[in-house]
């Protein structure tokens, strides 16, 4: 079985925003994916927020083509009302870190891929940075 990686909004934007130093370790990731040895999951909320954060730096039409590229080789996975009230009624200090673990918890990853591990502390799965993962594997 694939192992199922739930990618974290802040490590989509290093990606797509080619944040130094972070870039080099979410691009290998990234790379594992696009051969088919892992799958990339990702929020339907983190589209909207790394757009956001891409268009400050560049025109619409390069984000949007970053995020169509991105799409190809990673798995959408939606908010639902359940997701929301876990989120609602959760311990997280942060309600969007709550909507992703519950989203992660909801696809059946294996991993959470952030760069903010303490915000996850009560993880049933674990969370790693994208840079643990590649040691974790000896792909680094």
């Known amino acids: 079985m694939k192992i199922r ?17 972070f870039y080099d370790s979410i691009a290998k990731v990234t790379t594992l994916a ?6 990339l999951v990702v ?9 956001y954060f891409l268009t400050k730096y560049e025109n619409l039409d390069k984000a949007k083509n970053k995020l169509r590229k991105f799409k190809i080789i990673s798995e959408i996975c939606s908010l639902d009302e359940l997701i929301i009230e876990k989120g ?5 200090s ?7 673990y519950f989203s992660a918890l909801k696809s059946e990853c294996s991993i959470l ?27 680094k």
């Open 43 to 51: 929020s339907s909320l983190s589209y909207s927020t790394v757009s």
């Open 113 to 139: 891929i952030t760069r903010n591990g303490k915000d996850y502390k009560d993880s049933l799965i674990p969370i790693m940075t994208a840079e643990e993962f590649l040691k974790s594997i000896n792909k």
């Open 5 to 21: 990686l739930f990618i974290d909004t802040n490590v989509m934007l290093d990606l797509l925003g080619e944040r130094v130093p």
């Open 34 to 39: 696009d051969r088919g040895q892992l799958s």
């Open 88 to 92: 609602l009624n959760s311990k997280f």
């Open 94 to 100: 942060h309600f969007e870190d709550s909507l992703q």
